[in-house]
T-cell receptor, first 114, second 112 residues
Framework: NAGVTQTPKFQVLKTGQSMTLQCAQD?????MSWYRQDPGMGLRLIHY???????DQGEVPNGYNVSRSTTEDFPLRLLSAAPSQTSVYFC?????????????FGEGSRLTVL | GENVEQHPSTLSVQEGDSAVIKCTYS??????FPWYKQELGKGPQLIID?????GEKKDQRIAVTLNKTAKHFSLHITETQPEDSAVYFC???????????FGKGTSLLVTP
């Protein structure tokens, strides 16, 4: 059972470069989300999606774009990376974000922006 | 929006002792309170959750208590073992909303 799969696991970027963090889930979950984890800051919600074609902003959306063209995939795009975006990124999904179901997390993508 | 405060940020206990982690929340409309455990290099994983219609829930060595009046909830781990060493996150959510708001985490170390 793959669950939530994130790629890449590690990435180093230079300031101004762009990249996409990939997230895929095979559980037919409607709800998908992206969090960033920084030391002493916990997990902060970047963007989320409640179904294909529907996305919304979380607590810290600036500098990130998302799209949801299929139920399975929810990529996170950094258009012009900044050192402040150095972080560990987690993708998470649940059957339905509107209920109180369990969030399933990927193993994370560690991004360093120089 | 919802603000979840978590204490302590670090906790060290001896194997066999109990560990307690406390959280407070600000949004009185929150009614779902999960706890996640994050082992080194992994994503967080749900270990227990509680809804606002109950005051306590137990699952073997872990339990969660909720005081809706005071807007706080706690995680209790009894008979701690070295494999309980991890970062623990509390969270709160409205049933009508989508965002799960996390506390800043507690790093628990259980020493043999």
């Amino acid at each position: 059972n793959a669950g939530v799969t994130q790629t890449p696991k590690f990435q180093v970027l230079k300031t101004g470069q762009s990249m996409t963090l990939q997230c895929a889930q095979d559980m037919n979950h409607e709800y998908m989300s992206w969090y960033r984890q920084d030391p002493g800051m916990g997990l902060r919600l970047i963007h989320y999606s409640v179904g294909a074609g529907i996305t919304d902003q979380g607590e810290v959306p600036n500098g990130y774009n998302v799209s949801r063209s299929t139920t399975e995939d929810f990529p996170l795009r950094l258009l012009s990376a900044a050192p402040s975006q150095t972080s560990v990124y987690f993708c998470a999904s649940s059957f339905s974000g509107g209920d109180t179901g369990e969030l399933f997390f990927g193993e994370g993508s560690r991004l360093t922006v120089l | 929006g919802e603000n979840v405060e978590q204490h302590p940020s670090t906790l060290s206990v001896q194997e066999g002792d109990s560990a307690v982690i406390k959280c407070t929340y600000s949004d009185s409309a929150s009614n779902y309170f999960p706890w996640y455990k994050q082992e080194l290099g992994k994503g967080p994983q749900l270990i227990i959750d509680i809804r606002s219609n109950v005051g306590e829930k137990k699952d073997q060595r872990i339990a969660v208590t909720l005081n809706k009046t005071a807007k706080h909830f706690s995680l209790h781990i009894t008979e701690t073992q070295p494999e309980d060493s991890a970062v623990y996150f509390c969270a709160a959510k409205r049933n009508s909303g989508y965002a799960l708001n996390f506390g800043k985490g507690t790093s628990l170390l259980v020493t043999p």
